[in-house]
């Protein structure tokens, strides 16, 4: 199948809605609409490049078409060149080592959920706009790559992957009694309490049962998710902006909507109170207690970093950004029960619960037509399938991919155009599968 070429075409916010659009569309019809992966590269189009770039090859903060696709493919390696950050150290040790066992997987091959559209694994990976993934079998790296503006050593913006990384700080309070999974929000937080939390308990952020409203419709111009950036800093907010100017002062205005504990329902603003819980239990900042906890802790090669608001608050629902290996060893350390770098980071009863999931009738409540049988559970998403499988999931194609049967650990960083998973899903999930079954013969 060819893909339309967008070589030399800029995509407006208006064509990016059109995009976006599509991502519940059969895949047949998403493919014919998306533009080539090859031509829409950083070296393709020449996104800042000289010194100084020319003036319409130049990526700013400012630029209101900044965060839109293909401009995309530099910015989410490049992110910290843009925004204020907070930094997560990666502590004095040396890296853990990351031994190779080279495995040629690019001739694997995969079926296209939905279509039955035959694909070689390295085809996935264009097709998906890949910018890096490394895949570890029984903890070794088998196979690694990197494409368009990533490189090893260079930190890529991991979206809503960071939920995971705060639903397991949170988990491993709770395991400490540090925070009570059973209490009310406002046990903690007593500045949401005529907000839609205050009478949610923390058990309900955690797993993202919560009544609010609040919608994640990237192709809505009017959706709250625009206006939380907004507040955060995260987009531009315009010169006559008189909205919440910090994450906290946003979180204090939403609304309820429906009632807690019914439903999943996958919302940003639930990993931000999540975020804010853990920072009031812990008494820590997130890029703190990360360090800390997990970061030091793994052997990581690259200090990470969150994105911040203008009070220097931390972006917990999607501005974490860290090098693709040291996401590959915080993936191989949930595969191994908590275990890594030759101590136990993590409780081995924070990962059991996760990997046992939550309830899958409330999941699929939510329409998820890749994700059937699925549930969420501490911030990650739990397949239930039968080599238990579980991941951590971004926008825009980022994910952690931990399959227990197969010993294998995929991370993956991209910048595919529609914002949404549906759109890769049919692709990824597949890939991911075939990999782990061409593992598991070798």
């Known amino acids: 199948m060819k893909f339309k070429s967008f070589s030399r075409q800029v995509l407006t916010p208006i064509t990016l809605a059109a995009l976006l659009s599509v991502a519940n569309t059969p895949l047949m019809a998403q493919t014919a609409a998306l533009p080539d992966p090859a031509s829409t590269t950083v070296q393709a189009l020449g996104w800042m490049q000289g010194f100084p770039p020319p003036p319409d090859k130049q990526i700013t903060f400012d630029n209101p078409v900044g965060n839109v696709f293909p401009r995309i493919r530099w910015t989410f390696s490049h992110i910290r060149e843009l925004v204020p950050t907070a930094n997560v150290w990666r ?39 890949t910018d890096g993934i490394v895949v570890l079998h029984k903890g070794r790296v088998v196979y690694e790559k990197y494409f368009g503006a990533l490189t090893p050593e260079r930190p890529h913006l991991a979206m809503s992957v960071t939920k995971s990384f705060v639903g397991t700080l949170a988990a491993m309070l709770a395991e400490e009694g540090t925070l009570k999974p059973d209490a009310p929000v406002t046990q903690y937080l007593p500045e949401m309490k005529d907000t839609a939390y205050g ?50 002062l946003f979180l204090q205005g939403l609304q309820k909507e429906g009632e807690h504990g019914q439903a999943f329902a996958y919302k940003t603003a639930n990993a931000e109170v999540l975020a804010w819980l853990v920072r009031r239990a812990s008494g820590k900042s997130l890029a703190q207690l990360m360090s800390e906890r997990i970061w030091s802790r793994i052997g990581a090669e690259q200090d990470a970093y969150f994105m911040v608001d203008r009070i220097g608050t931390e972006s917990g629902g999607g501005g974490l950004n860290t090098a693709l290996r040291d996401l ?17 980071v993590l409780p081995k009863a924070v990962v059991e619960d996760i990997q046992r999931g939550a309830d899958k009738a409330q999941f699929a409540k939510a329409g998820y037509t890749t994700l059937p049988g699925w549930s969420y559970r501490n911030m990650w998403w739990v397949s239930h399938n039968d080599h ?55």
Do not use: C
């Open 328 to 344: 590959a060893r915080f993936g191989e350390m949930m595969r191994n029960q908590g275990r890594y770098n030759g101590q136990q």
């Open 199 to 248: 009478d949610a308990a923390v058990r309900q952020v955690m797993d993202m049962t919560i009544g609010v409203k609040y919608s994640e419709n990237y192709a809505d111009p009017k959706a709250e998710v625009w206006d939380y950036a907004r507040a955060g800093g995260m987009v531009p907010q315009g010169r006559d902006y008189a909205g919440p100017k910090s994450f906290d």
């Open 91 to 129: 502590g004095t040790g040396a890296p853990s080592p990351l031994r190779a066992a080279p495995v040629n997987l690019d001739g694997v091959r995969l079926k296209v959920m939905g279509t039955g559209e035959e694909l070689t694994f390295a085809q996935s990976l264009e097709r998906n706009y």
């Open 388 to 442: 238990g499988a579980y991941m951590a999931r971004g926008i825009h194609g980022q994910a952690v991919y931990i399959d227990p049967k197969a010993q294998m650990v995929i991370a993956r960083y991209a910048s595919h155009p529609i914002a949404a998973n549906g759109a890769n899903d049919p692709i990824s999930l597949p890939a991911y599968q075939a990999v782990a079954d061409a593992l598991m013969k070798k």
